[in-house]
T-cell receptor
């Protein structure tokens, strides 16, 4: 069975500090996708990144960066120079193919609540 | 708007009542998902539609839960004889199909169901 673990329940940092959110996953699939979503207080999940299991290159997008390490089954997310607008709950997720239908259902972690203190 | 919309945003039901939750996906999106998010938890998969076909309903917690998408667009999640444990946020997501080569799921704002 697939599983995603986000051990950090809540994190608080002072604005402009860097912060890393941890994600560890379990799967028997050889091909899978990893995701990060942001859930602000409004409740709508906002897509941040999708990563193929064959691509272990780190990715940077502005202040966001992701470190994917298959050897440790981790897909960590770092925000540099954090801002108050980054305050939200962040979810890591793992895809599971739906038979041969070509689409994926997501298994989510329990989320990390990030609070940026001004 | 161009995003996924859900209605109602909030629903309070007395235990034993039936409820119907609506999802309007992004126009042209073939795939539609329902997830259930309990307080303080991550979303959990309920069911999946490709057009009007319900291809996976393995996540539906009981036979009191029923989903449909008769014309391949709007979807309704129905819960019969609601119980307190059904209290949660119900999220709908849509995505393009494989031909569109995009698996990004766009989520709606959710319906918060409270069963009293």
């Amino acid at each position: 069975a697939q599983k995603v673990t986000q051990a950090q329940t809540e994190i608080s940092v002072v604005e402009k500090e860097d912060v890393t959110l941890d994600c560890v996953y379990e799967t028997r699939d050889t091909t899978y996708y990893l995701f990060w979503y942001k859930q602000p207080p409004s409740g709508e999940l906002v897509f941040l990144i999708r990563r193929n299991s064959f691509d272990e290159q780190n990715e940077i997008s502005g202040r966001y960066s992701w470190n994917f390490q298959k050897s440790t089954s981790s897909f960590n997310f770092t925000i540099t120079a954090s801002q108050v607008v980054d305050s939200a709950v962040y979810f890591c997720a793992l895809s599971e193919a739906i038979a041969n239908f070509g689409n994926e259902k997501l298994t989510f972690g329990t989320g990390t609540r990030l609070t940026i203190i001004p | 708007g161009a995003g996924v919309s859900q209605s109602p945003r909030y629903k309070v039901a007395k235990r034993g009542q039936d409820v119907a939750l609506r999802c309007d996906p992004i126009s042209g999106h073939v795939s539609l998902f329902w997830y259930q998010q309990a307080l303080g938890q991550g979303p959990e998969f309920l069911t999946y539609f490709q057009n009007e076909a319900q291809l996976d309903k393995s996540g539906l917690p009981s036979d009191r839960f029923f989903a449909e998408r008769p014309e391949g667009s709007v979807s309704t999640l129905k819960i019969q004889r609601t119980q307190q444990e059904d209290s949660a946020v119900y999220l709908c997501a849509s995505s393009l199909d494989r031909a569109g080569d995009s698996y990004e799921q766009y989520f709606g704002p959710g319906t918060r169901l409270t069963v009293t």
